[in-house]
Structure formats: structure tokens, C-alpha cells
């Protein structure tokens, strides 16, 4: 069964830098594309980043610009989002969501299999 757990999540102040974990199961993190999605309140669900499953290309929003890097790591079947300069509009809880396709997409309507978030509030 298809399944992922984020962690890594927490309370940094503006500037700082956080690392996301998504842990997958039931499938390998180099078969499907797998994006981060963010949320905050009374907003609708954002796509941040993905990863396509074919050859690790990446794709940002232009918010985040160079500030965010998704990777995955075969070995440990685990994607991750480093996140760096962090601004108190990152703030938001984070998911990571997959799906059977293997395209770039951001599009949550795209992906039928969600973690249950983990929440980043960056404040001094």
C-alpha cells in the first residue's frame, strides 16, 4: 500500500533552514513523481516543488526561487525538501503527495496519495 510520512518539520526563525522528509513505502521514490505541497490557514493547498520520477529533473514555484532544493535519496527511499532563507510567508503545513504518473506536475488534484503534513512556522 501506497504510503508516506513527512517529518523535519518546526519553529525556525526568518533566515533559517529546515530540511523535509518524506518517507515512502509501497512504491520507490524513482517510479513516481513526488511533489511538496504547502498550506496555510484560510489559503488553498500550494504545490512548492516535485521531482519527476524519470530522471530527477526538479521543478520550482517562482516564490521559493533558489531558496528550496528537493532531492531523493534511492537508497533510503526517501524525498526530501531543504529549505533555506526561510520567510515568514513559508510558513504553512507541508505535504508530500505522490501519484502514478511520472511528469512535473503541482496540480493537487494530480496526485491521489497524501502524508499527513508536518507543520513549518518560521517567526522570530
Known amino acids: 500500500q501506497v504510503q508516506l510520512v513527512e517529518s523535519g518539520g518546526g519553529l525556525v526563525q526568518p533566515g533559517g533552514s529546515l530540511r523535509l522528509s518524506c518517507q515512502a513505502s509501497?512504491?520507490?521514490?524513482?517510479?513516481?513523481?513526488i511533489a511538496w505541497f504547502r498550506q496555510a490557514p484560510g489559503k488553498e493547498r500550494e504545490g512548492v516543488s516535485c521531482i519527476a520520477s524519470s530522471d530527477g529533473s526538479t521543478y520550482y514555484i517562482q516564490s521559493v526561487g533558489e531558496r528550496f532544493t528537493i532531492s531523493r535519496d534511492l537508497a533510503k527511499n526517501t524525498v526530501y525538501l531543504q529549505m533555506n532563507s526561510l520567510k515568514p510567508e513559508d510558513t504553512a503545513v507541508y505535504y508530500c503527495a505522490t501519484g502514478p504518473i511520472t511528469k512535473l506536475l503541482l496540480q493537487p488534484d494530480d496526485f491521489p496519495y497524501w502524508g499527513q503534513g508536518t507543520q513549518v512556522t518560521v517567526s522570530s
Open positions: 509501497g512504491f520507490t521514490v524513482d517510479s513516481y513523481t
